[in-house]
């Protein structure tokens, strides 16, 4: 893996994490609305 691919997933975590935030702070408390709002698959949310 080179460094901009690194730098390319970190990014991309960061982005995820900070739109699952975004969709709890914006009163989406259940897995599906969370996945809705922060348009990540529900199969994926349980992580963050």
């Known amino acids: 893996m080179m460094l901009s691919d690194a730098v390319f997933l970190l990014h991309e975590q960061l982005d995820n994490y900070v739109a699952v ?3 709890i702070a914006a009163g989406f408390h259940h897995l599906t609305e969370i996945a809705t ?4 698959d529900r199969s994926n949310i349980t992580k963050y």
């Open 21 to 23: 935030l975004e969709a």
């Open 37 to 40: 709002m922060s348009g990540i």
